[in-house]
């Protein structure tokens, strides 16, 4: 907000005294690993530069490489780099969500060979430290805002035969958007996961990740309409933001648009 406008500045005072705060940071400011800056546009970066560099450590493997079982000890550690790595993922890492999930995946019989793909993901965390913008969006009013999220999946992709889905998130300008020009994206949730059901297609991937999507979207928005003073049911308050689904799976696209079942 302006600091020089009364209402805003009455308003933050009126909040503070609300409740007992701890240090009252404002510009730049570092919490739980994430480092918070404030643009003079108003949009935000959160960036984990330190987090990643002094707090991902990789693992020590002997020399010459052998890929065999791990120890107990080698698994306690990996799992201690992959925690640290998920703190990366869920705050500020969407592009290294799905390697991190397979890698995961594969702890219960675990070998050197995870560790080592493990000790990559650490080292190429670390060279490509991303941060993440809230941008301002031009100053639009909050209606003008879409919900777009991204699907996507691997059918049988899993050790086991089991299925990957995975889906980003973000608030893009509606008429860009639909204009298909290049426009700012406020990233807002992601995720890759393995799917709940087996899968016995590409098409039934699809539409369970599509679906688990779709549901994220669903609580985003209602979040989003709520902070801008929306009232009434969670169904109408979500349907003041609009939302777009984008898939690359056709058929998925295609029984969506169809007026006959699928």
Not at 120 to 139: F, G, S
Not at 142 to 167: C, F, K
Not at 209 to 232: K, P, Q
Request: include cysteine; aromatic fraction near 8%; proline fraction near 3%.
């Amino acid at each position: 907000g302006r600091h020089d406008d009364e209402t805003f500045m009455k308003l933050r005072e009126q909040v503070k005294s609300l409740y007992r705060w701890g240090p009252w940071q404002s510009g730049t400011f570092t919490m739980c690993g994430v480092r918070t800056t404030q643009r003079m546009d108003y949009s935000i970066t959160l960036d984990q530069t330190d987090y990643v560099h002094k707090g991902l450590q990789t693992i020590e493997l002997s020399k010459p490489f052998k890929d065999r079982p791990c120890t107990e000890k080698e698994i306690s550690q990996l799992r201690g780099a992959h925690g640290g790595l998920q703190w990366k993922v869920t705050q500020t890492g969407p592009q290294l969500a799905a390697d991190l999930n397979r890698l995961q995946g594969e702890v219960t019989k675990a070998t050197t060979n995870t560790i080592k793909r493990t000790n990559e993901l650490i080292v190429h965390a670390k060279q490509r430290e991303l941060p993440i913008t809230i941008h301002c969006h031009k100053h639009c009013k909050w209606q003008e805002l879409a919900h777009v999220m991204w699907t996507d999946s691997a059918q049988g992709d899993r050790p086991d035969g089991r299925s990957t889905g995975g889906y980003i998130g973000g608030f893009g300008n509606l008429r860009e958007l639909e204009a298909g020009l290049w426009t700012d994206i406020s990233l807002s949730t992601w995720n890759t996961s393995k799917l709940p059901r087996v899968a016995k297609s590409s098409l039934a991937a699809e539409i369970q990740e599509a679906c688990i999507a779709e549901d994220e979207s669903y609580l985003v928005r209602f979040i989003w309409a709520e902070m801008n003073g929306c009232t009434g049911s969670a169904d109408e308050s979500v349907n003041q933001v609009p939302s777009i689904l984008v898939t690359d799976a056709k058929a998925l696209f295609d029984a969506c648009k169809s007026e006959t079942s699928a």
